[in-house]
């Protein structure tokens, strides 16, 4: 498993991060609001962000959308000093009384896609985006013969 550096912001609690995870953060609201962080490395390039995009749709009880929306939803960001794509998406799923939010940065490099994802409380991720993208600016990688050099290659 790849290792990480990055700065944890404050108010977000770091949990063990299991066997697909490089990190695991759990964030507390005020009530009973939480939310979920992990970081998925993943070999390849783990399919199109159309592709990944639409399944975290799916997990929120939204329909998939086509490129053309996914190209006027996507948001760039900076991921420990390269590009990355900002994607987020709220809905209520079946049986769920509060509305889901995903918030999921994409960064390819060298080989491997890069997940950063926080799902929970619709009002509790919205409010933790600045969070979310300077914990994305304060990751860094692995020294250039562990996994080389941060390059992008993004795959839309």
Request: aromatic residues 10%.
């Given at each position: 498993?790849?290792?990480l550096?990055?700065s944890?912001?404050?108010g977000?609690?770091?949990v063990?991060?299991?066997?697909?995870r490089a990190?695991?953060f759990r964030?507390?609201?005020?009530?009973?609001e939480?939310?979920?962080?992990?970081v998925?490395?993943?070999p390849?390039?783990a399919?199109?962000d159309?592709g990944n995009?639409?399944?975290?749709r799916g997990?929120?009880?939204?329909?998939p959308?086509?490129?053309e929306e996914l190209?006027?939803?996507?948001e760039t960001?900076?991921?420990?000093?390269?590009?990355?794509?900002l994607?987020?998406?709220?809905?209520?799923?079946p049986?769920?009384?509060?509305?889901?939010?995903?918030?999921?940065?994409?960064?390819?490099?060298?080989?491997?896609a890069?997940?950063?994802k926080?799902?929970?409380?619709?009002g509790?991720?919205a409010?933790?985006k600045p969070?979310?993208?300077e914990?994305?600016?304060?990751?860094?990688?692995p020294?250039?013969?562990?996994?080389?050099?941060a390059?992008t290659s993004?795959?839309?």
């Open positions: 498993m790849p290792t550096k990055w944890t912001p404050a977000w609690e770091e063990p991060a299991g066997q697909m990190a695991s964030v507390k609201g005020t009530g009973k939480v939310a979920d962080v992990g998925f490395p993943l390849g390039m399919g199109s159309l995009v639409n399944r975290w997990q929120v009880g939204l329909e959308i086509g490129q190209e006027r939803s996507v960001v900076d991921v420990g000093g390269s590009s990355g794509y994607y987020e998406m709220a809905g209520l799923q049986g769920q009384t509060g509305k889901t939010r995903i918030m999921g940065a994409i960064l390819r490099r060298e080989g491997m890069w997940f950063f926080m799902t929970g409380d619709d509790l991720v409010e933790q969070a979310f993208v914990f994305l600016k304060s990751v860094s990688f020294a250039a013969g562990a996994a080389g050099q390059k993004p795959e839309r």
